[in-house]
């Protein structure tokens, strides 16, 4: 281990230094714990979720996700060093540690700050007897209510040649959404970035009329199929120009979207800001911003109209809650962002039954059949997501356990399990 690196920030070389570590503790002794290991697995869903295992010298343990895993649960490991020891009760003060020790860590960083701060806030919710939402300010409501990311329409599969009209094709959107609200969900969203005809130059970010016009049938064929009852979302994922984007914008505020997701690359704020103003169409992004500083920045400089922090890498549940504190005093609702396994969803159910301004957080896993088996509630046999909702877990902490056999079964190639 001793050629390893080192991602800490050493004390001193001009890095502002205090110690947020504890040395002492005033508890009684039932909430007087300590974190004695940090445990990390892999499960292969349709991506590599990252799960977190905080173990205590009181018997209880606690779990969390990371974003897109493998770099994160490597960090996440290499943070045992700092948290045993620890009080997991002190979630606040855990996630400022190591913040400051793991400065300039960027995202990778946040996605394993995310996870062990979730894992604190599990342990708290067991050891004090009670729901993570309440941890977090209780709750405004009941359920969450999910949108379904519903991709490209139907599956491409294993084609090496193919011509992209006649694989994303208006009937191929019209009836995956049909399938989608069919199935309970009345908020859904498609990827409008997917490849139009040969001739398209991809890398320099520009449609010609041609591509914008597939674009706008696509968005069409689903409209005449749902009709207008059904909140619409379209996912550009960066890909575009601003002139593109306005163009394409345009053409598709007769269709009254819920929003246009991430038209131009996410670092280009005054990129984004000109599309947001041009049109009369909500733009929604965030997914790659952590940290309530950067989407207070986002939310002053106009942005987005609707904020999408990823609630297993903005930085852990006490910062969803700063952030979405911070959009509201902007007026800005949260879609959140998710592409995680049913933990890490449950995660942020509980922080958006404990906001004021939630909107829908998304669902990325439509083609992952055992997705609903993976976790089982504490408190009933219900399924996780029904109908296109999450009824908030009741039980202690984040009122759910794994499925040992379940993931045991889907542990990605060299992951260990740790239940």
């Known amino acids: 281990m001793d050629d390893e690196p080192d991602y800490r920030i050493p004390q001193g070389g001009g890095v502002p230094w205090r110690d947020m570590g504890m040395t002492e503790q005033n508890r009684p002794p039932e909430r007087d714990i300590a974190i004695t290991d940090v445990r990390t697995m892999a499960v292969a869903g349709n991506f590599t979720w990252g799960i977190v295992k905080l173990e205590t010298d009181a018997g209880v343990y606690g779990l969390g996700e990371t974003f897109r895993a493998e770099a994160a649960l490597d960090m996440a490991a290499r943070m045992s060093v700092d948290l045993e020891g620890e009080n997991p009760l002190d979630t606040s003060r855990i996630r400022e540690l190591l913040e400051q020790r793991y400065t300039g860590c960027g995202r990778i960083g946040q996605a394993a700050f995310t996870a062990i701060e979730t894992a604190c806030h599990d342990i708290k919710g067991k050891v004090l007897d009670v729901p993570v939402y309440e941890l977090l300010g209780g709750k405004y409501r009941d359920e969450i209510r999910i949108y379904c990311d519903t991709h490209g329409g139907e599956s491409l599969g294993e084609a090496d040649e193919y011509d992209p009209e006649e694989v994303y094709t208006p009937d191929s959107y019209a009836r995956a959404a049909r399938e989608v609200v069919d199935e309970g969900f009345d908020a859904l969203k498609f990827d409008l970035d997917v490849p139009t005809h040969a001739e398209y130059d991809e890398a320099n970010r520009r449609m010609d009329n041609a591509a914008i016009d597939h674009k706008v049938r696509l968005v069409g064929a689903v409209r005449d199929e749902i009709g207008y009852d059904v909140d619409l979302g379209m996912d550009l994922h960066w890909n575009f120009t601003v002139e593109t984007a306005i163009r394409l914008g345009r053409e598709l505020e007769p269709y009254d979207l819920a929003w246009l997701e991430d038209p131009v690359p996410p670092e280009k704020f005054e990129a984004q800001r000109r599309v947001t103003e041009a049109l009369d169409v909500p733009v929604l992004t965030g997914e790659n911003l952590v940290g309530t500083d950067q989407f207070n920045r986002a939310a002053r400089t106009g942005v987005f109209d609707i904020a999408a922090p ?71 046999d219900d399924p996780i997501l029904e109908e296109g909702a999450i009824r908030v877990p009741e039980g202690p902490g984040l009122g759910v356990e794994l499925n040992r056999d379940l993931v045991a079964e889907y542990l990605t190639d060299g992951s260990e399990m740790v239940l």
């Open 310 to 380: 990823d609630v297993n890498k903005c930085g852990g549940l006490g910062e969803f809650v700063d952030i979405a504190t911070v959009c509201d005093l902007y007026g800005v609702p949260i879609a959140s962002h998710n592409i995680s396994s049913p933990l890490g969803t449950v995660a942020g159910a509980h922080v958006s039954a404990a906001i004021p301004n939630f909107l829908c957080m998304e669902w990325h896993a439509r083609d992952v059949p055992w997705w609903n088996e993976m976790c089982e509630r504490v408190a009933s």
